[in-house]
């Protein structure tokens, strides 16, 4: 098994990113269409806001569907709040692509990312998706990642390579996500393609297991946006006996996705909205697994801590007031915390209590650019991790002026 | 009933606020008391963190007692996090105000404001509490306003004169609370005193359910604090029939101490960590009262809405977004939304879907320290209303280094 940290082609797939200029400041790639030539198996998760945006509602149906053969992408308006206008628009892109690529309508699906309740600009996006579809390629994933960025600073994919069955498999992954970001899915674009055979049924139960401790991990500012979703594609190009059950191949696929998962996830988290560092909460020894998942989500949510990680300052006694608010179970007096980086590790509350500990090694830990709060419970056996990232004056601005 | 801007004395009460030392940058006052005369009727809320800090713990049993006749405060440590030895000092800080004013240790209230898991500075904090019993006064009550405040920038006061039974009562209240200030009770400081005479049981209720509809829905940052509490004390003094059930009198009373805890509460969002302005959503048409609620208090938490305010930027979409996933019920179809301010009014969403608006209007209302989101739900009957502010530079840098 061996990871890249890029989009490796995935055999049978292509793709392309094009400019079709409904973001303002171009020449910023706006549209993108991923395709398989073979027919694919799909799967795909989608936000839990009451809100849903008009591509999402469309794609709880089509996903349902045997066969899916293309995404098709926009970023710079999210289609959200549009009322019956915004569902002919993501219709009408759905059948534009479909009709370009002589596939049904029900089996592309179709997403759309940026500002919220500003009509879609028809125009540039139906000749934007025949272009992009006129373009597709086998090198054209890089485009596609660009394509679906809205204020991300940089483009997130990384790829596993791997064996099953004696066949050689690729699970790429790319995503997008910098603001609006909150556990309970939703949270961002994710769109995976792999060549392995595996049957609906268990990709559909690999995503959503892969997602619960993955995405579903992840908070940049606690709100779950209107729009998101992660799809993954498998187009059994690699000819293996196909995925049916939970057996080792099925577990071999599931372990290689969750890495896909977990560093898209991690990527998203770190290219927060004016973040300057990655946080990530270990909780050890919780009583459940929710009580673990629920302090640890707190902790990376808080407003409080992430200020205060801004500031390199070893607040700890905010990160207990975030997993007391939480809802997750524990004993506020068994709790210890320490903090890690690549500069060391350093305790700083034992039972609850705060210890003495070297105010310049912790200023240094603090200041590295991926910082763990490690936290155990001593309650019991579960563990959970979440990731985010720190509350800074950039995220302000960004979100200040977002609109106009 | 007459409102005003200021803390009148109550017959029979008396404070004081020193400075002592707790806090690094003096002379700023950091302790306080409030003392009553006569044997007093308490009532008090409390937060609903699971992290409680040793005073929140200590008063829950205090407040059962049937006379409460003096509150001591100090600001710049919470006691938070602070094992058994925080327990000891404030049992400490509570029998030595018990002693210095002739009560026993139950009839004494105690809190603390500031930094977590610090212990305290006793022996400062033992000469302070000597120091306050001391220069106790009818007219303290401004420099014991002053005292337990922390990052607020101003003392928060206020009190209503009315009569009940034919007898002048008198219900002032102060607060403190600027960061740390989420719904769910928590969130700050208040102490309301009165000379009405009221039992125990109604003044309770008549607490808690102000409670529910004011500090309860307020937010600066989503963080529900360790060690938050509202008291009222009742003496008696101004000689009406007691309160003891829900009668006319008991709903003037109620009436008057829903504007104290209303006002209050407004003044610590409105002196929000960083605030520029004070956000109200008045949410109508509910389903419910809940779900009026849940939306309501989702407006003023999220931090993108809180953004755009900050940024002047009439972004309804990330309004209509946070009521998405606050977990209230209401059809996304049906929504009205408007802003509101003295500059004017302008409604920029029908039905879900954004409207032509005057875009230097509404820039205009978003421009005053007092603005409004009125949302219709149109679903019903049930309206709330919510508190927040604006999240700013100056949030991220206060909370960036609070501690160090």
């Known amino acids: 098994m061996k990871k890249y940290d890029k989009f490796l082609a995935v055999p049978g797939f292509k793709a392309s990113g094009i400019y079709c200029g409904i973001k303002k400041n171009g020449p910023n790639k706006d549209l993108s269409i991923i395709y398989s030539e073979k027919k694919a198996v799909?799967?795909?998760?989608?936000?839990?806001?009451?809100?849903?945006?008009?591509?999402?509602?469309?794609?709880?149906?089509?996903?349902?569907?045997?066969?899916?053969?293309?995404?098709?992408?926009?970023?710079?308006?999210?289609?959200?709040?549009?009322?019956?206008?915004?569902?002919?628009?993501?219709?009408?892109?759905?059948?534009?692509?479909?009709?370009?690529?002589?596939?049904?309508?029900?089996?592309?699906?179709?997403?759309?990312?940026?500002?919220?309740?500003?009509?879609?600009?028809?125009?540039?996006?139906?000749?934007?998706?025949?272009?992009?579809?006129?373009?597709?390629?086998?090198?054209?994933?890089?485009?596609?990642?660009?394509?679906?960025?809205?204020?991300?600073?940089?483009?997130?994919?990384?790829?596993?390579?791997?064996?099953?069955?004696?066949?050689?498999?690729?699970?790429?992954?790319?995503?997008?996500?910098?603001?609006?970001?909150?556990?309970?899915?939703?949270?961002?674009?994710?769109?995976?393609?792999?060549?392995?055979?595996?049957?609906?049924?268990?990709?559909?139960?690999?995503?959503?297991?892969?997602?619960?401790?993955?995405?579903?991990?992840?908070?940049?500012?606690?709100?779950?946006?209107?729009?998101?979703?992660?799809?993954?594609?498998?187009?059994?190009?690699?000819?293996?006996?196909?995925?049916?059950?939970?057996?080792?191949?099925?577990?071999?696929?599931?372990?290689?996705?969750?890495?896909?998962?977990?560093?898209?996830?991690?990527?998203?988290?770190?290219?927060?909205?004016?973040?300057t560092k990655l946080i990530e909460a270990c909780l050890f020894g919780g009583k459940t697994k929710e009580d673990a998942k629920l302090c640890a989500k707190s902790i990376i949510t808080s407003n409080l801590v992430k200020s205060a990680f801004f500031g390199k300052d070893a607040n700890w006694g905010r990160i207990l007031c975030s997993m007391g608010y939480s809802g997750g179970d524990f004993n506020p007096e068994s709790v210890d915390i320490s903090f890690e980086s690549k500069r060391g590790k350093v305790q700083i509350a034992k039972d609850g209590m705060g210890l003495p500990f070297d105010e310049v090694l912790t200023k240094e830990i603090l200041s590295e650019d991926y910082v763990k709060v490690v936290v155990d419970l001593k309650d019991g056996e579960y563990e959970a991790k979440a990731w985010g990232c720190d509350l800074t004056y950039d995220y302000v601005k960004i979100n200040g002026d977002y609109r106009t």
């Open 42 to 275: 799909s799967a795909a998760v989608f936000t839990t806001n009451k809100v849903k945006a008009a591509p999402v509602i469309i794609n709880m149906e089509h996903v349902k569907n045997d066969n899916t053969q293309a995404i098709v992408i926009n970023s710079g308006n999210a289609n959200a709040c549009t009322g019956k206008k915004g569902f002919e628009d993501a219709e009408y892109m759905i059948e534009t692509t479909a009709k370009e690529l002589n596939l049904s309508s029900n089996e592309v699906l179709v997403a759309s990312t940026g500002i919220i309740g500003v009509p879609m600009p028809m125009d540039k996006i139906i000749s934007g998706v025949k272009e992009a579809a006129e373009i597709l390629s086998y090198d054209g994933f890089e485009d596609a990642a660009k394509g679906i960025l809205t204020t991300d600073t940089s483009t997130k994919t990384v790829s596993i390579e791997l064996t099953i069955d004696g066949r050689p498999v690729v699970i790429s992954g790319m995503a997008k996500g910098s603001g609006m970001i909150h556990p309970n899915m939703a949270t961002m674009l994710g769109f995976i393609l792999t060549n392995a055979s595996i049957d609906k049924k268990m990709l559909n139960k690999a995503l959503r297991d892969s997602v619960d401790n993955s995405f579903n991990m992840i908070s940049v500012d606690g709100d779950t946006s209107t729009n998101d979703m992660v799809a993954i594609l498998a187009n059994g190009a690699a000819n293996n006996k196909t995925i049916d059950s939970q057996d080792k191949n099925y577990m071999k696929f599931k372990e290689a996705l969750d890495i896909v998962s977990l560093e898209l996830s991690k990527m998203i988290a770190q290219d927060g909205e004016g973040a």
